[in-house]
């Protein structure tokens, strides 16, 4: 079985950026569409990025637009998440994860069903 790992996150003022990356090992991402999640402290799990198996299609959560890329990288098996601008808000536990191909970019975590273990991201004032 093959798994996904996060790495990238960390403390960072307030109009900073970060760079998330979520390594795939034994083909766990390739020809499969990739998510970014995360969950903020006594919330619920959110949708914040996704992207298709073959980078065709990209969706963002509205509080994300304009600050956050994801793209992806089948050679390395790697997806990324590029944020900029970033806010207090933004602190939560950043998840990857992989969902079933498809043309379009799901936004439930009832649709994706392999997960890594998050990066944890604080963003202070």
């Known amino acids: 079985q093959g798994q996904l790992v996060e790495s990238g996150g960390g403390l960072v003022q307030a109009g900073g950026s970060l760079r998330l990356s979520c390594a795939a090992s034994?083909?766990?991402?390739?020809?499969?569409?990739m998510a970014w999640f995360r969950q903020p402290p006594g919330k619920e799990r959110e949708f914040v990025a996704g992207i298709t198996w073959n980078g065709g299609s990209t969706a963002y959560a509205d509080s994300v637009k304009g600050r956050f890329t994801i793209t992806r990288d089948n050679d390395q098996i790697t997806a990324y998440l590029q944020m900029n601008s970033l806010k207090p808000e933004d602190t939560a536990l950043y998840f990857c994860?992989?969902?079933?191909?498809?043309?379009?970019?799901?936004?439930?975590?009832?649709?994706?069903?392999?997960w890594g273990q998050g990066t944890q991201v604080t963003v202070s004032s």
């Open positions: 994860a992989r969902g079933s191909r498809n043309s379009g970019v799901a936004r439930g975590p009832v649709w994706y069903d392999y």
């Open positions: 034994g083909r766990t991402a390739s020809n499969y569409n």
